[in-house]
């Protein structure tokens, strides 16, 4: 099975090609010859009450990659790293969001973690966390890949099949965590040294129990070709 994966690797290499340079918007590409890819999207957030004094973290940094859907491509940006354009190049199918593998990958960690994402952007990539007094365990998400190149989403304690076109967001069970406040008061610190002009605001640090609901996001492309860009 292996070999016959590598094989049909060689073969979209080899027909698949492009000849020259091709553009992805207004900046040119510089490799075209990785061959069609199955591109499957899945994110996790969590919905909370709402509360303007939540400790957020904002979560920045380059994409390793985004969709072109006026070209029905895929194109790899100038910072992704070797190892991730490996998994492009030599994958038929790539799971990506939260890291970019290949299936089978176990979406969510494994292990429990100190804050929850709170909002995904494009790409299914998280974009803002809030911070938690103890730790959590993210409900078990895996992509699992079957024969014929079946792929199976198992989420806790169901199992369904992805569809190419499926775009679909679903709520998991209810979970309980105590998240991290931070409140700007009116108050100032009061120091005889310092000019009370200068003194800042006090902020009241304290936690809150709340129930967050989990929330899967996923996106089946089907096959796209590949394409990586030399800059932004």
């Not at 169901?158 to 209810?174: A, V, Y």
Request: charged fraction near 30%; charge should be neutral; hydrophobic fraction near 30%.
């Amino acid at each position: 099975m292996k070999n016959n994966k590598i094989n049909r690797r060689k073969l979209l290499k080899t027909t698949g090609a492009v000849s020259g340079f091709v553009f992805a918007g207004s900046v040119r590409a510089t490799k075209t010859d990785y061959g069609a890819v199955r591109l499957v999207e899945v994110g996790v957030e969590y919905d909370l009450p709402e509360r303007d004094d939540y400790q957020r973290t904002n979560v920045d940094g380059d994409p390793r990659y985004f969709v072109d859907p006026s070209q029905d491509r895929i194109v790899l940006t100038p910072s992704l790293p070797d190892h991730v354009e490996r998994v492009f190049e030599v994958n038929d199918h790539v799971i990506g969001g939260i890291g970019v593998n290949s299936a089978p990958v176990s979406v969510t960690r494994s292990g429990p973690v100190r804050s929850i994402t709170t909002d995904i952007g494009g790409g299914r990539r998280p974009t803002e966390r809030i911070q938690l007094v103890d730790p959590h365990q993210p409900p078990s998400i895996r992509i699992q890949q079957g024969a014929g190149g079946k792929l199976t989403l198992d989420v806790e304690n169901s199992r369904r099949t992805l569809k190419i076109g499926i775009d679909e967001r679903f709520q998991l069970d209810t979970r309980s965590v105590t998240a991290l406040t931070a409140k700007l008061t009116d108050r100032t610190a009061d120091f005889d040294d310092i000019p009370e002009h200068r003194l800042g605001r006090i902020t009241e640090y304290g936690e809150v129990d709340v129930q967050a609901v989990p929330t899967v996001s996923i996106k089946d492309y089907g096959e796209m070709s590949v394409v990586r860009i030399q800059s932004l």
